[in-house]
């Protein structure tokens, strides 16, 4: 496992990654929203991921903290035909209400991930938090889907990624680092149905259900292998999973 998360971990990984897309940028805030929307659109080929999250990008004048703070109604008509997979321009312009009602009060997006009571072992508190702030301004009912919580026993896949993106010090390499409140040692694994059928084939699960259950279990394990980075470990189930096809 540490040879295989240290041949992955490296930043030949970045370029095939939806992670190219915030590495573009170096403004804390555009690394963030970059982030954040590569994340939420990470389901599919990771191509497609890609391209949509940079068509995002180009949209918001490859600019998105100047866009997102800035905008006018009129500036949205652009979005009106996006769709990726199920998330289509009334999820995305929620999300960019949203982003803009979050940056008017605050100068990182990593606040809307901090509850009141932030000692705990893992992020879940955190997960549940954000879900709640996310939704807690008049949003559209079908847009709920978009964004997971431990609540419903979701793997929160895609949240748990971005979370690893800011959040995990890699010395350049891969991971930003940007957020500090939280500590690479409280990350979730992002478990997905190829991550799970690693683990398992690995004896680290005993299932290949995705779900919120799972991922904490699975971290525990990780977390055997090194207490204070576990998710460094994603690259390697990563990797045996799509690249190796272990899974």
């Known amino acids: 496992m540490d040879d295989r998360a240290a041949f992955y971990n490296q930043p030949r990984f970045i370029a095939a990654d939806p992670i190219s897309v915030p590495h573009r940028f170096t403004r804390r805030q555009d690394i963030e929203i970059a982030g954040f929307f590569s994340a939420i659109l990470a389901w599919g080929r990771r191509t497609t991921i890609i391209n949509n999250a940079n068509r995002l990008m180009a949209w918001m004048d490859e600019a998105p903290y100047e866009f997102i703070t800035r905008h006018e109604e009129t500036d949205l008509k652009r979005f009106l035909s996006f769709a990726h997979r199920t ?115 690995l004896g680290l699960l005993d299932n290949e259900k995705s779900n919120w259950q799972n991922a904490r279990a699975l971290t525990a394990q990780l977390r055997l292998l090194d207490p204070e980075d576990p998710v460094k470990y994603d690259f390697a189930l990563f990797g045996l999973g799509a690249e190796e096809k272990m899974s």
């Open 87 to 201: 998330f289509n321009a009334t999820d995305l312009l929620y999300f960019l209400h949203f982003l803009k009602a979050h940056f008017a009060q605050n100068d990182s997006l990593e606040t809307a991930f901090l509850p009141l009571e932030t000692e705990s072992q893992d992020i879940t508190p955190h997960l549940i938090h954000f879900h709640r702030y996310f939704f807690s301004i008049e949003h559209p009912q079908r847009t709920l889907k978009h964004v997971a919580t431990p609540l419903r026993n979701s793997a929160c896949k895609r949240l748990c990624m971005f979370l690893r993106w800011m959040v995990r010090q890699d010395e350049g390499k891969v991971d930003f680092g940007l957020w500090k409140h939280i500590s690479p040692a409280q990350l979730i694994c992002p478990l997905d149905v190829h991550v799970a059928g690693v683990a398992r084939r």
